[in-house]
């Protein structure tokens, strides 16, 4: 018997491994995934008849892996959503040149809001009664914003009203929750976005599992503990970025968190967990070299923080900055030159 044919985006499976292939065609789609995407293809659409109007494509946030079909129990990749939610909002700060899809975890970090989550800046602590002194009476009247924060909320509420309000949004929000949600999203997003070519970006931010449980492995009620004890077989998650990379939307600027050699995109951004706040490395093909080599780009927040004093901030300015403003501006930079290329 001769060996399958492979693909040229194909390469031999491990044993517990799933083809991209395999995965799309054994494991069913979100039910609602059409009804979810309805609103981004209309996004899309308005966006694309717009000269020069890029899109880019922010994941953010963890994956989780069901247990159950019902589900109680699941692992999951844990990721508050920072560094997605961040960068989105710089990319919003770039209106001229990019909208955003913000496909994120439910419940995780959202542009604007993350700045006054239920932990950083609970909102009302922000808010002032009429007479705080009476609070437990029945009193009524104006609910205000306390003076000495209106100057930090202001800027943050008229961003995000006119990105998600204004009368032509910028943002398009998609939620996920398991893996499966994210990879039939992640599929879906590139058949709608690969109209736009190069003018697309996608920014892969979020945390993916590497392991999941099969559609026909998972438990259809609640696993008992009383079996004492739980021994699961997991399969490893398909990577997907290679046929996204050169298959499902080839003209598309592609930055991810992981293996450029093997996948062939233009950008990774690494980082040690640690430092992950104060410095990054861009790296990306040597063009000068033939494309044999690669080049590292480092970002240090204190460089940005030094440039503000520069330009005389003051304190706040200079201790808020974020190294998200440093990677979207180079990125930007980035994708100018990807579109000069190839115009």
């Given at each position: 018997?001769?060996?399958?044919?492979?693909?040229?985006?194909?390469?031999?499976?491990?044993?517990?491994?799933?083809?991209?292939?395999?995965?799309?065609?054994?494991?069913?789609?979100?039910?609602?995934?059409?009804?979810?995407?309805?609103?981004?293809?209309?996004?899309?659409?308005?966006?694309?008849a717009?000269?020069?109007?890029?899109?880019?494509?922010?994941?953010?946030?963890?994956?989780?892996?069901?247990?159950?079909?019902?589900?109680?129990r699941?692992?999951?990749?844990?990721?508050?959503?920072?560094?997605?939610?961040?960068?989105?909002?710089?990319?919003?700060?770039?209106?001229?040149?990019?909208?955003?899809?913000?496909m994120?975890?439910?419940?995780?970090?959202?542009?604007?809001?993350?700045?006054?989550s239920?932990?950083?800046?609970?909102?009302?602590?922000?808010?002032?009664?009429?007479?705080?002194?009476?609070?437990?009476?029945?009193?009524?009247?104006?609910?205000?914003?306390?003076?000495?924060?209106?100057?930090?909320?202001?800027?943050?509420?008229?961003?995000?009203?006119?990105?998600?309000?204004?009368?032509?949004?910028?943002?398009?929000?998609l939620?996920?929750?398991?893996?499966?949600d994210?990879?039939?999203?992640?599929?879906?997003?590139?058949?709608?976005?690969?109209?736009?070519?190069?003018?697309?970006?996608?920014?892969?931010?979020?945390?993916?599992?590497?392991?999941?449980?099969?559609?026909?492995?998972?438990?259809?009620?609640?696993?008992?503990?009383?079996?004492?004890?739980?021994?699961?077989?997991?399969?490893?998650?398909?990577?997907?970025?290679?046929?996204?990379?050169?298959?499902?939307?080839?003209?598309?600027?592609?930055?991810?968190?992981?293996?450029?050699?093997?996948?062939?995109?233009?950008?990774?951004?690494?980082?040690?967990?640690?430092?992950?706040?104060?410095?990054?490395?861009?790296?990306?093909?040597?063009?000068?070299?033939?494309?044999?080599?690669?080049?590292?780009?480092w970002?240090?927040?204190?460089?940005?923080?030094?440039?503000?004093?520069?330009?005389?901030?003051?304190?706040?300015?200079?201790?808020?900055?974020?190294?998200?403003?440093?990677?979207?501006?180079?990125?930007?930079?980035?994708?100018?030159?990807?579109?000069?290329?190839?115009?």
């Amino acid at each position: 018997m001769s060996a399958p044919k492979l693909s040229r985006y194909t390469t031999p499976l491990l044993p517990g491994q799933f083809s991209t292939e395999t995965y799309f065609s054994s494991q069913p789609p979100p039910a609602d995934l059409q009804a979810r995407l309805r609103p981004v293809r209309e996004f899309v659409r308005k966006w694309q008849a717009v000269e020069g109007k890029r899109v880019v494509v922010v994941t953010s946030g963890g994956t989780t892996v069901p247990l159950e079909a019902n589900t109680v129990r699941f692992l999951d990749n844990f990721s508050a959503g920072t560094r997605g939610s961040t960068s989105a909002e710089y990319f919003l700060s770039h209106p001229q040149q990019y909208v955003v899809i913000f496909m994120h975890r439910q419940h995780s970090l959202r542009p604007y809001s993350r700045h006054y989550s239920h932990s950083l800046n609970p909102f009302l602590d922000l808010l002032t009664c009429p007479s705080e002194d009476s609070l437990a009476a029945d009193e009524e009247g104006p609910i205000t914003v306390r003076p000495e924060r209106t100057t930090q909320l202001l800027p943050v509420l008229k961003a995000y009203h006119e990105s998600h309000h204004g009368p032509n949004p910028t943002i398009c929000a998609l939620e996920f929750v398991t893996v499966n949600d994210y990879l039939w999203l992640l599929k879906e997003l590139a058949e709608i976005v690969k109209p736009l070519g190069k003018r697309a970006m996608f920014y892969l931010a979020a945390a993916v599992s590497d392991f999941f449980l099969p559609q026909d492995r998972v438990a259809e009620h609640k696993i008992q503990s009383t079996k004492g004890n739980l021994t699961l077989e997991m399969d490893q998650v398909p990577k997907v970025l290679r046929p996204l990379v050169q298959e499902w939307i080839p003209e598309a600027f592609i930055v991810s968190f992981k293996h450029l050699q093997r996948y062939g995109h233009q950008v990774v951004v690494g980082n040690d967990l640690h430092k992950r706040k104060h410095e990054v490395v861009l790296v990306e093909h040597d063009a000068e070299g033939a494309g044999q080599g690669f080049k590292e780009t480092w970002l240090k927040l204190v460089d940005l923080q030094d440039a503000r004093r520069r330009e005389g901030a003051g304190k706040d300015a200079v201790e808020g900055v974020e190294i998200e403003e440093m990677i979207v501006r180079q990125l930007v930079r980035r994708h100018d030159a990807w579109l000069s290329r190839s115009a």
